[in-house]
């Protein structure tokens, strides 16, 4: 069993449809999750990230990370189709640990 | 804007070549890692460096060497390159907070 599973998809979605991408994971001693946006062919970059449990919002995308269910959701509101890119979860132990643990990554794609 | 950047985007390599593939970053960061992009297989760590001259396994360093002589370059060598080495490279950095900065890619093929 992988240490984060995140449905690959791909995933396609109307313009202006509220997106959920989640991740599991296994491993309890996970604190720091973060989520990246990778655009084909680019290299990832970081979205958002949040320290245990808890909602954070940045603009149209809010993380939410439940540590009882071992379980994390990205929602992107009101798509649109510049946010077709494959989103990756990932999770740490500690601020300091370098060693990131990525999920394979969900495909999304925003039809206009 | 931090940048790190992978000097080669495109290679097409023989089998038994040995490949550098270079890495610079320009923030000063600490620390500096390789990782391989496959599809299915998302983003597993080769290796990864917290210092000048200090390196690290990570999860798949078979086949795979670093070489890590100043603070903003990290290279990656593949002394005698196989096909199930075809793959994306991609190179990263960080400091001490959360953030890993990845670089472009380098698309790697070996025929």
């Known amino acids: 069993q992988k240490e984060v599973e995140q449905d690959p998809g791909p995933l396609s979605v109307p313009e202006g449809a509220i997106v959920s991408l989640n991740c599991t994971y296994s491993n309890s001693a996970f604190q720091y999750f973060m989520w990246y946006r990778q655009y084909s062919r680019k290299g990832p970059e970081l979205l958002m990230y949040t320290y245990s449990s808890g909602n954070k919002e940045d603009g149209r995308f809010t993380a939410q990370v439940d540590k009882s269910s071992k379980y994390i959701s990205l929602f992107i509101r009101d798509s649109q189709p510049s946010d077709s890119a494959t989103y990756l979860c990932a999770m740490k132990v500690a601020r300091g640990y370098q060693k990131v643990t990525f999920g394979t990554g969900t495909k999304l794609q925003v039809i206009p | 804007d931090v940048k790190v950047t992978q000097s080669s985007r495109y290679l097409v390599k023989r089998t038994g070549e040995k490949v550098f593939l270079e890495c610079v970053q320009d923030?000063?960061?600490?620390?500096m890692f390789w990782y391989r992009q496959d599809p299915g297989l998302g983003l597993r760590l080769i290796y990864f460096?917290?210092?000048?001259?200090?390196?690290e396994k990570g999860d798949i360093p078979e086949g795979y060497s670093v070489s890590r002589e100043k603070k903003e370059r990290f290279s990656l060598i593949l002394e005698s390159a196989s096909t199930n080495q075809t793959s994306m490279y991609l190179c990263a950095s960080s400091g001490s907070g959360n953030t890993i900065y990845f670089g472009e890619g380098s698309w790697l093929t070996v025929v």
């Open positions: 460096s917290y210092d000048v001259k200090m390196k």
């Open positions: 923030m000063d960061h600490e620390n």
